[in-house]
């Protein structure tokens, strides 16, 4: 029998207000994602509000319960102010947790990588210049993660080198298509080489040597646009998931265009 109270540490990915003072939250952990409910959490008294909002680290005790387990104890370990205090940046930290938990099954025994890079993620989004970027190098390492790392120095098709050509990128093949195999490859599109340095880039390098990359805009638009294009077809048999990161990017443009107007048309 396993033990009715049990201690983890876990990240909210998710709430959703249930009952008149509860919330149940999904939570990541490094052994599984884990559904619980947090008596009385909405009340202004509750000491556990404070100690697990969404997307915060935090030590918890839970108890088993029948349908569902029960948070009794809760210790906040991060709470990323940077992400509650910026429109653009929670837009986007609810775009990762979506993704994380598209990801990441409730039967995954072993998701210590995962929860890694959830941790990793929300302190870039909370505290690094330009949270888009961080953002790419999220999508992708969490594809490495999920074994669907792009394939970006052999083409998918004929298995030879890429070279700094007219490459396409295949979503569906999951890599580069060199132009001569273009023709097997209808889905394909065309990719820059610009776009084709900062993957290969991204998924090289360290945090500390990507914080010294800057992206024109376009080269950024482009690779934002590829992988929305590459998680979409990985995500398609999920319908319901495509739709909500469909609608969690609207929010994140609308958020970016309201952080770019000028102040005095702020509202
Ligand atoms: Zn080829």
Not at 4 to 14: D, F, G, M, N, Q
């Amino acid at each position: 029998m396993p033990p009715r109270i049990y201690r983890l540490e876990a990240i909210v990915l998710k709430e959703m207000d249930y009952g008149e003072a509860d919330r149940i939250l999904t939570l990541l952990t490094p052994t599984g994602k884990v559904t619980a409910l947090a008596k009385g959490i909405r009340r202004m008294t509750s000491r556990k509000a404070g100690q697990l909002g969404l997307f915060c680290r935090a030590e918890l005790v839970l108890a088993r319960g029948r349908n569902m387990d029960i948070v009794s104890q809760a210790q906040s370990l991060e709470t990323y102010e940077g992400i509650r205090q910026d429109l653009f940046r929670f837009a986007y930290a609810c775009y990762a947790a979506e993704l994380m938990d598209r990801f990441v099954q409730e039967e995954e025994e072993d998701s210590a990588a995962f929860y890694d890079l959830m941790a990793k993620g929300l302190e870039w989004l909370a505290n690094e210049a330009d949270p888009r970027l961080w953002m790419r190098y999220f999508e992708l390492r969490l594809l490495s993660l999920g074994g669907y790392q792009p394939q970006l120095y052999r083409c998918t098709v004929c298995e030879r080198e890429i070279l700094p050509e007219g490459n396409l990128f295949d979503a569906e093949r999951g890599g580069i298509v060199c132009p001569r195999c273009a023709p097997v490859a209808p889905q394909a599109r065309p990719v820059s080489l610009g776009a084709q340095k900062v993957l290969r880039y991204l998924l090289s390098r360290s945090p500390e040597e990507i914080r010294a990359l800057t992206l024109k805009p376009e080269t950024h638009n482009e690779l934002e646009a590829l992988l929305e294009r590459y998680l979409e077809y990985i995500l398609e048999r999920d319908l319901r998931s495509a739709a909500v990161l469909k609608r969690l990017r609207e929010e994140i443009r609308r958020a970016e265009r309201r952080a770019n107007r000028p102040a005095a048309e702020a509202v």
